[in-house]
């Protein structure tokens, strides 16, 4: 249950949940109040009075004492405590035509118990587990070797049969066995071959068993850290990751180092040819991955001893560099990649710093331009599964796409360019405290009302802000359907930069960067490329099975580009269709999700391989059609105003207004 | 037995857009089938052919060329007047070459001066004015001369995205049409239709400039292309295609070799004056078939035999 917030002189009354601020409340009710911190406190310029109920008092410094005391506050701070009134004040509104129509939110990022309304019919079932033994100890009557005696107390105690045993974990069993009083708890893991018995621990350790699972994208790496013992995404009580409440997950990503040696997987590859290159991109890829364990184990406050497991899924290219095997030949025709399945490798054989027992599985994979980053993707919203006609987008550097149910998937990849995870915008970012999220900007001032993950002071812009930024500038009519800046606007947030014209969302004096943060005409150029070429994507792979986007029962996005996507924004600008909200699903990192599937249960390791075999690619560069589509959706939100006939009424609308 | 030749119902139609003002205006566009369908639709307003003058004299056409206009080349006013008097056009396409920034960069007012003195010189007929499709100088040339000739309905281009906001004001302040241009693409001439739609272009002063490659220099792509804009605007009702196209082929058919190259150069090559004759009218041709509204053309004799070509393709049935 919330509070009902109503916002005057606009009269717009909402619901607001009991831990959200009011400048919140005011961004989802499309009731604009001038806001430029990012929701940092620290601009004082989305000053409210409350007329009626009451809210919480948090310091406020950029208010006078008697402000506070006749109720006025800072809204990005503000919760309401009891049903409220607020006023806006003239600073903060300037006539009832500043309210714009209610966004509805896209649904939310998938938290980790979701997954069993997404994928079904599988059970909690580790590949990697712990067992507790407390064997009897030798003695004169009882003297078969130390490894028999596990053996018979696996059997005994668990039912377990002919177990293997890796060389290290025998080398340092006698002792152990002794110091622990023969009490001891063994690492398994199911091979191919039945049970391996991979490591043995002092003591009861069944429930420290924890995986990381990673996610080699082409531009940024994320990792996870799982519990096991639970099932479970790590959760970090008290612990505030991001600087949100709401984002709890121990999550930590970081750009791929690799970018700095190109930054599409062509240039990558190019570069892994040259002497040395592909030692080197192995090198700072393994040397971020340790980073981002690091990091995850020091969040989680896990040692990094009880790691028994890790699961990578990444496209073909990311995955074959980070393997040091050589990728020339994805680029060459007729583009074949060494191997869609790989056996798992020792973590340590990979630079990987964990135990020398832990082992890496990799996400097999379709074709060179399709990666087990996408087979995690289906594997993980369940795709596989069901009858519903499913469109599975991966917005990504690469944007990759699958169509298709429990019968039959087809997939496409289209190169996007890194512009969504914030890569070749001027003050682009990734989706990580202090990145400008949400967006709203005055019709009638111009001005924006903004706020950030973390509700820092700014530093950039991420890919979800860029999505609401620029939907929001073409529905204010600051720029036309080309992306072009309207020259004649009266406001000083649009002007000629260094690189040509741009629009400021937070001036040098606001911000944590101590330089205006600004989107630019070339920022706005390649998000219009990056959006066409996966819109064109989805369009030609349709068309290749005599569809439209209207014959699907769901759409699935997927991508690292922030928390949530603004599903209005996004039809805006025409990276989504404009089909009905209630065919779209957002999951975040796809790939995390399936991942982490992996990791949970090993009956889906099976289903991984299936849903790789089953999946028909097909190259976009092989349909001239594809670069008609591509032209086509270079325009915002496309051409073909007749495919977005509701979205063109709002802009429309939004003009005569 | 009689065969009945199926036919085709066309949904939309290209609007008609009148270019010039009085009783020698010009009302192109308006048919409702694929180019001279006539069985299958109307074409109320035949073809019309512009006849190209330069703003200076030009220093690299070939003999042929220059010797129909020898006596009135070195001035365009009077170079225009013989087109209208002694070759009977009906339109005339000014090619602004001189303003070109990398060529002879002739400033604005001056080249404005010379359009008003055309202007005088053909006596109300229809007058295409060209740019260089230089962004900067353009915006300073064309944005003059529609000052200066406010309320002549003169034909303005090439408008192109980069340029349209500051030339399709002036065309919209001072009441002429629009040629609007993309580079042979269906969709980017649509998206430069919508943006002038938006930027407040009235629908009756728009025309498609979908861009000319001359024979073997790429008119198979015009062709398909303006046969796709056609289509789009005729079954699909795209109604931001529906517009008339326009050619700017002489320049085109005139700069190539083909053109050029004299009987000492390549004797196997034939009569010079004859070839280029004929180049520019396969040309024009062609253009007709794809679609075209408005022929920028050069040479009085092939002008000859594309006017007889239109009135016997109009004739027929």
Redesign the interface.
């Known amino acids: 249950m919330g509070y009902k917030v109503r916002f005057e002189p606009a009269g717009r009354e909402m619901e607001l949940a009991p831990d959200e601020t009011i400048l919140q409340g005011a961004m989802s009710a499309g009731v604009h109040i001038n806001a430029s911190c990012g929701g940092s406190g620290t601009c004082g310029k989305c000053k409210v009075k409350i007329i009626k109920g009451e809210t919480t008092v948090p310091p406020m410094p950029m208010l006078q004492a008697w402000e506070v005391k006749e109720g006025y506050r800072l809204a990005c701070m503000t919760k309401p405590l009891t049903d409220i009134v607020v006023e806006i004040p003239v600073e903060s509104q300037i006539d009832s035509s500043v309210l714009r129509r209610e966004r509805a939110g896209f649904a939310k990022v998938l938290s980790p118990q979701d997954i069993h309304q997404l994928v079904g019919g599988w059970t909690i079932d580790p590949t990697v587990f712990k067992r507790y033994l407390e064997l009897p100890p030798a003695t004169k009557e009882d003297n078969m070797s130390d490894l028999a005696r596990i053996y018979r107390a696996l059997k005994q105690e668990y039912g377990f049969d002919r177990v293997s045993t890796d060389f290290r974990a025998i080398k340092k069993m006698s002792k152990l066995l002794r110091d622990a009083d023969w009490k001891v708890t063994v690492t398994m893991v199911l091979t191919r071959r039945g049970h391996k018995l991979v490591n043995i621990e002092p003591g009861d350790t069944v429930e420290k068993n924890y995986s990381i699972v990673v996610d080699i994208g082409t531009t940024t790496v994320f990792g996870q850290l799982l519990n096991l013992h639970e099932c479970q995404v790590f959760g970090c009580p008290g612990f505030d990751v991001d600087g949100a409440e709401r984002y709890t997950l121990a999550v930590a990503s970081d750009y791929n180092p690799q970018i700095s040696y190109g930054e599409d997987v062509i240039s990558r590859i190019v570069y892994a040819l040259k002497p040395g290159g592909l030692e080197r991109l192995q090198e700072v890829v393994v040397r971020s991955i340790n980073k981002i364990i690091t990091e995850l184990l020091k969040m989680a406050n896990v040692e990094r001893k009880y790691v028994s497991h890790m699961v990578i899924a990444g496209n073909t290219t990311m995955t074959q560099l980070f393997l040091g095997m050589n990728p020339r030949y994805i680029r060459e025709d007729p583009y074949v990649p060494t191997a869609n399945f790989l056996p798992p490798v020792r973590a340590i054989h990979a630079g990987i710093e964990l135990g020398d027992h832990v082992h890496i599985y990799m996400f097999p994979m379709v074709a060179s331009y399709l990666g087990g980053d996408i087979v995690s993707g289906v594997l993980g919203s369940g795709i596989f599964q069901r009858d519903d006609l499913t469109l599975y987008m991966d917005i990504g550097t690469n944007g990759e796409i699958v169509l298709g149910n429990k019968d039959w998937m087809m997939s496409a990849s289209c190169s996007a360019g890194p512009a969504f995870e914030g890569g070749g915008i001027k003050f682009g970012m990734r989706a990580t405290r202090g990145a400008i999220e949400q967006v709203r900007i005055s019709p009638d001032t111009y001005e924006p009302m903004i706020m950030t993950i973390g509700r820092a002071r700014a530093k950039g812009i991420c890919g979800s802000g860029l999505i609401y930024m620029v939907a929001e500038l073409l529905e204010t009519g600051i720029i ?3 992306g ?1 800046f ?2 004649t606007l009266s406001t000083n947030r649009v002007r000629k930069g260094e690189d040509g014209y741009e629009y400021v969302l937070s001036w040098a004096g606001e911000n944590a960067i101590g330089q205006d943060i600004t989107l630019t005409e070339i920022d706005i150029d390649n998000l219009i490329r990056a959006k066409g070429a996966i819109y064109a994507g989805c369009k030609v792979l349709l068309n290749q099975a005599d569809m439209t986007f209207n014959d699907l029962d769901r759409l699935i996005v997927a991508g690292g580009f922030g928390h949530y996507i603004d599903l209005e924004a996004a039809k805006i600008i025409g990276l989504l269709p404009d089909i009905p909200e209630e065919k779209f699903m957002f999951v975040g990192n796809g790939s995390l999700l399936g991942a982490r599937l992996l990791s949970f249960s090993k009956d889906l390791l099976k289903e991984a391989e299936r849903i790789a075999n089953m999946m028909t690619n097909i190259e976009l560069s092989n349909f001239p059609s594809f670069m ?1 589509e591509y ?2 959706a ?2 915002l939100p496309h ?1 073909d ?1 007749t495919a977005f006939p509701n979205i063109m009424k709002i802009i429309k609308a939004e003009k005569a207004a | 037995m009689a065969v009945e030749i199926p036919k085709r119902m066309y949904k939309g139609n290209i609007r008609p857009i009148t270019l010039g003002v009085g009783d020698k205006a010009v009302t192109v566009g308006g048919e409702t089938s694929l180019p001279f369908y006539l069985f299958e639709g109307e074409r109320p307003n035949p073809p019309r052919i512009a006849m190209e003058i330069w703003d200076m004299e030009p220093e690299d056409w070939p003999e042929h060329a220059l010797e129909p206009f020898k006596d009135v080349i070195h001035d365009p006013a009077l170079w225009a007047k013989k087109c209208v008097e002694d070759y009977g056009a009906e339109m005339i396409c000014m090619q602004m070459i001189g303003t070109d920034p990398n060529d002879k960069d002739i400033p604005a007012d001056q080249a404005a001066d010379t359009v008003l003195k055309v202007l005088d010189a053909i006596d109300g007929t229809p007058l295409i004015i060209w740019g260089t499709a230089s962004h900067e100088k353009d915006t300073e040339v064309l944005k003059l001369i529609c000052e200066k000739t406010h309320g002549k309905n003169l034909s303005i281009g090439p408008v192109e ?1 980069g340029d349209h ?1 500051a030339i399709g004001g002036s065309i919209i302040a001072y009441e002429h049409t629009c040629v609007s241009s993309s580079p042979i ?4 001439a ?2 430069m239709n ?2 002038l739609g ?1 930027l407040g272009v009235s629908d009756e002063k728009i025309l498609i400039d979908p861009t000319t490659g001359g024979l073997g220099y790429g008119i198979e792509y015009s062709y398909s292309v303006m046969e796709r804009l056609m289509l789009a605007a005729l079954t699909q009702e795209d109604e931001r295609l529906q517009f008339p196209m326009i050619n700017n082929m002489a320049k085109e058919v005139w700069k190539s070799k083909e053109a050029k190259i004299t009987p000492e150069e390549d004797p196997l090559m034939g009569d010079p004056k004859k070839r280029a004759i004929t180049i520019e009218c396969v040309t024009a041709l062609l253009l007709l078939l794809g679609g075209s509204d408005i022929l920028v053309m050069r040479h009085p004799e092939s002008i000859k035999y594309i006017r007889e070509i239109i009135s016997d393709f109009m004739a027929a049935n």
Request: no cysteine; net charge negative.
């Open positions: 036309d359907q080309s072009k309207m020259h008609d032209v086509a270079m325009f051409t105003e | 995205e906001k693409d269906i969709n980017l649509k998206q919508i943006l938006t």
